[in-house]
């Protein structure tokens, strides 16, 4: 078996867009061409790599097998080319970022100055809920991971790079805004519209409210901090959010935020790779630029985390 690297990058290109037409035109191939070297890579297997059904390409199992592999030579060989640019002085290539959706609210921001620092890098940003990313993660298709809940059952590297406080929010006007402080028994008595199951906050409110030993009720799940958010402020309960995505007008958008028994809670921002990745030189300079921006994430968060007074 002696395929070639143009018919690797191409069957990779295939397993990514699901037809032979568009895997031509990613790797700037005809299609009769790329047609051909998907048969001559099939012929150097020695077994199906895919099919086409109703005009729709699907990998066997050993094509499924095939393109992981490709994928972390193709992972290796973009490495290699980043740590030869470092040996020369250069910062250019390729960041791969996938985030949960609550890192929208400062991620993209870090990632833009930090891709105007080095205009060469060829960056991406993936925004997905938790299972996504975790999917992501497990397939090792990134440089990197942001997430509040890692996976437990995963063995990763991981660092705690900033903090992310899950702060109580009511509607404007509610009557324990006015209170000094608000117990657990008091939050029993109420209503709630939380994240969904699955998603980093919603864990980690579970997990606080079992600490609290209350069973909250429970009105609406929502798949956003914007939902939850227009939600509480249309008066169906109380809500718990990220203190990244409040923005210090709260009684614009119809919000208090309450002084509650335990909270904020406190949680925190992890940037994760599976353990043992390599670091490409282009992912170091991305960690370091974040780690520089943490400071002024930090005081804005602290910030926004602090309950007003009605």
Known sequence: MNPNFRQLRLFLALADTGSVSAAARATHVTQPTASMQLRELSDAVGMPLYEVISRRVHLTEVGRDLAETVRRISGEWEDFGQRIDALKGLTRGRLSIAVVSTAKYFLPRVLGTFCSRYPDIDASLVVLNRDGVVERLQRNLDDLYVMSQPPADMELDDRVFLGNPLVLIAPAGHPMAAEAHVTAADL???????????????????????????????????????????????????????????????????????????????????????????????????????????????????????????
Request: contains cysteine; aromatic residues 4%.
């Open 188 to 310: 029993a008595r109420e209503s709630f519209v939380l994240r969904e199951r699955g998603s980093g906050t919603r864990m980690a409110c579970d997990r606080h409210f079992r600490m609290l030993e209350i069973r909250p009720r429970i009105r609406l799940e929502l798949g956003s901090n914007e939902a939850v958010k227009q939600a509480v402020a249309g008066g169906l309960g109380l809500g718990v959010v990220s203190a990244h995505s409040l923005d210090g007008h709260l009684d614009e958008q119809g919000l208090c935020e309450l002084p509650a028994e335990g909270f904020p809670i406190e949680s925190q921002w992890h940037i994760v790779r599976p353990r043992g990745k390599r670091h490409s030189p282009v992912a170091d300079a991305f960690e370091q630029h974040l780690e520089e921006a943490s400071t002024e994430l930090r005081e804005r968060v602290a910030e926004l985390a602090r309950p007003s007074r009605a």
